[in-house]
């Protein structure tokens, strides 16, 4: 269900999605993903409101599902989506690319046994590591999104769709990491 900004209100939300998830400093598991941005929206419905391409979109978990938040250029949506109506969920990390030069600093790092995911950052040239966006899929019984956001967030977003305990709803997938040491 799509909500217009005047219809974003705790009481209307309560009855969709359930309460939303306070953070726990003692647990420390996450309430809330990180940015994405709108590249479609399908539905087989034709009561949504049309939201635009391109949209910076976040995602909060509630007791009984999630809500995206949908913001362009100041004008707030959002879609509540509760987790019986779930079909699937895809979250998809981009191609990577790994050509250290020789003695760069990430290509020490490396051999030192530092994770990618840290050594990349110590690269001195573009091309020593590229990655693609990282892409969401989700699928419920009348609706497909499909988000985008920065390949290098992709660990940064996982810890949020793990901790929503979907089991086999949630599908990840990682394209094929290419290294030329």
Do not use: W
Not at 85 to 104: N, T
Not at 107 to 112: E, F, R, S, V, Y
Request: aromatic content about 12%; some cysteine; charged content about 30%.
């Amino acid at each position: 269900m799509i909500l217009e900004e005047k219809n974003i209100i705790d009481i209307r939300l309560d009855k969709i999605i359930g309460k939303p998830i306070k953070f726990d400093i003692n647990n420390r598991y996450s309430v809330g993903s990180k940015s994405f941005f709108l590249k479609s929206f399908d539905s087989e419905n034709s009561n949504y409101v049309d939201l635009k391409i391109d949209s910076k979109c976040n995602f909060q978990k509630y007791t009984n599902g999630i809500l995206m938040r949908i913001n362009y250029s100041n004008k707030i949506n959002a879609v509540a989506i509760r987790y019986n109506d779930i079909g699937k969920i895809e979250l998809i990390r981009g191609e990577e690319s790994i050509s250290p030069y020789f003695f760069s600093p990430m290509k020490i790092l490396l051999k030192l046994n530092v994770p990618i995911r840290y050594a990349r950052y110590f690269g001195l040239r573009h091309s020593e590591y590229q990655i693609s966006d990282t892409e969401l899929k989700i699928f419920t019984k009348d609706i497909k999104i499909k988000l985008v956001t920065n390949g290098f967030d992709f660990e940064n977003q996982l810890p949020f769709f793990e901790s929503l305990n979907l089991n086999n709803k949630l599908k990840i997938i990682k394209k094929p990491t290419y290294k030329i040491m």
